[in-house]
């Protein structure tokens, strides 16, 4: 099997406000919109026009709530996550659907609600990542020490 990467980073506005809800087992889920730009050039005109792109993100457990308490429509977050297509059946028809969304891995706040400290923390990184190393150290910079 090749190497694959499915790996999204996503900075935008938030369309609507995050709808947070919880599983069975009390896991928060909550659904954000988010926007991004960019500016096209018509190949006919010149001229510049800016589009739009619309990204449905899933964040799950305390980031979950994280962005349901202290974001709303309008603010921005930098979103890093993966890809995924979820399949279901509409209930009126009986036929297959399709949505992909990114699941987010890790986001902060960008809008300066989040900047002026009303949010606990910054940046929401997976567990995985949260925890100590217990490895020696490698020749390599760790990435959350690099200057970018």
Known sequence: MSASVNRVILQGNLGRDPELRFSPDGLAI???S???????????TGEKTEKVEWHRVVLYGKQAE?????SKKGDSLYIEG???TRKW???????????TEVIAEAFKFNSSRGEQGDSPQQTQRPAQRQQPSSKPASNFMDMDDAPF
């Open 66 to 70: 994280m962005v349901s308490e202290y």
């Open 82 to 84: 993966r890809n995924e």
């Open 30 to 32: 909550c659904n954000v």
């Open 34 to 44: 988010i926007a991004t730009q960019y500016v096209q050039r018509d190949k006919a």
């Open 89 to 99: 059946q509409d209930k009126d028809t009986g036929a297959d659907r399709y949505s």
